[in-house]
């Protein structure tokens, strides 16, 4: 079964490249990884998904190697709206499982 | 097109009762899942229903049930509650169920006393 792993928390500045990374072990040739945004009092909300190399949307890119063990969001120029916590998401059919979060602090 | 919406959204019981959430998946949505989120356990997969179907399951004792209509709306149902089942319960939404973006509600927070 496919376990996450995540940095629990993270800081960075206004207009910096933010880059978290996700480990995930024994993962399944069909899985895809998923990333979500949360804010408090909030559902997580969709950023970007991939299954391999690299994907990019209009808010980040995801990264994730040939061996598939890890995968990295990388967010742009973050801003002060990016604080939020981070979760990673292996999926796969019968396997859900999320990672426990990354929470984002954006200084200004 | 309206998100996902979740009924109630904060509910209060007693150890020892049972309760019943609701989810109203996007129209066209076929999929339905649903989450517990704790402080302590972050969040956690409970159930995945595709047409009425379930087809996945985390590992959560059988008090927690649930089902789908055949309008892809969805219920869970937990019945003789504990303290610990206190949580924000979470249910997502998809047009199909395999790896494809998940749509979130903004979740019922139940409190267990």
Redesign the interface.
């Known amino acids: 079964l496919a376990k996450t792993t995540q940095p629990i928390s993270m800081d960075s500045y206004e207009g910096q490249e933010v880059n978290i990374t996700c480990s995930h072990n024994n993962i399944a040739t069909n899985d895809?990884i998923?990333w979500?945004q949360q804010f408090p009092?909030?559902?997580?909300?969709?950023i970007i998904?991939g299954?391999k190399t690299k994907v990019t949307n209009e808010v980040a890119s995801l990264f994730i190697p040939a061996d598939r063990k890890s995968s990295t969001l990388s967010l742009p120029r973050v801003s002060l709206s990016d604080t939020a916590v981070y979760?990673c998401l292996a999926?796969g059919?019968?396997?859900?499982?999320?990672?426990?979060?990354t929470r984002l602090a954006v200084h200004p | 097109k309206a998100g996902v919406t979740q009924t109630p959204r904060y509910l209060i019981k007693t150890r020892g009762q049972q309760v019943t959430l609701s989810c109203s998946p996007i129209s066209g949505h076929r999929s339905v899942s649903w989450y517990q989120q704790t402080p302590g356990q972050g969040l956690q997969f409970l159930f995945e229903y595709f047409s009425e179907t379930q087809r996945n399951k985390g590992n959560f004792p059988g008090r927690f049930s649930g089902r789908q209509f055949s309008n892809s709306r969805s219920e869970m149902n937990v019945s003789t509650l504990e303290l610990g089942d206190s949580a924000l319960y979470l249910c997502a939404s998809s047009r199909d169920p395999d790896g494809n973006e998940q749509f979130f509600g903004p979740g019922t927070r139940l409190t267990v006393l």
């Open positions: 895809y998923t979500y009092s909030q559902g997580p909300r969709f998904q299954y979760y999926r059919y019968n396997k859900l499982i999320f990672g426990a979060g």
